[in-house]
């Protein structure tokens, strides 16, 4: 049986939208690294909601069936050590 898996950018404008994906980022640190920091869903909500003049960011989510089954961030430098990014899947 296969599984069709949307790649979709986050809609940062979508308050339930972001609240889903920081739920399953939690979920998925947690299961593996029960006691790792995580960032808290009013950071997140922070983040997600105020423009960076140091990073360019965009969230993704890995959708089943209308399910937010993972998540995944990209974060690139605007200014400095533009040579590098950082991501968390």
Same mark, same amino acid.
């Given at each position: 049986?296969?599984?069709? &898996?949307?790649?979709?950018?986050?809609?940062?404008?979508?308050?339930? *939208?972001r609240a889903?994906? $920081?739920?399953?980022?939690?979920?998925a &640190?947690? !299961?593996?690294?029960? $006691? !790792?920091?995580?960032t808290? !869903?009013? *950071?997140?909500? &922070?983040? !997600?909601?105020?423009?960076?003049?140091?990073? *360019?960011?965009?969230?993704?989510? *890995?959708v089943v069936d209308g399910?937010v089954?993972? &998540?995944?961030?990209?974060?690139?430098?605007?200014?400095?050590?533009?040579?590098?990014?950082?991501?968390?899947?």
């Amino acid at each position: 049986m296969d599984t069709d &898996v949307r790649i979709e950018e986050l809609d940062p404008t979508d308050p339930a *939208a972001r609240a889903t994906w $920081h739920e399953v980022m939690e979920r998925a &640190v947690r !299961a593996d690294r029960p $006691h !790792a920091l995580v960032t808290t !869903a009013a *950071a997140f909500e &922070v983040t !997600a909601t105020s423009p960076s003049t140091f990073y *360019a960011r965009t969230w993704l989510q *890995a959708v089943v069936d209308g399910e937010v089954v993972g &998540v995944a961030e990209l974060e690139l430098p605007l200014s400095e050590n533009t040579d590098v990014a950082r991501t968390e899947v």
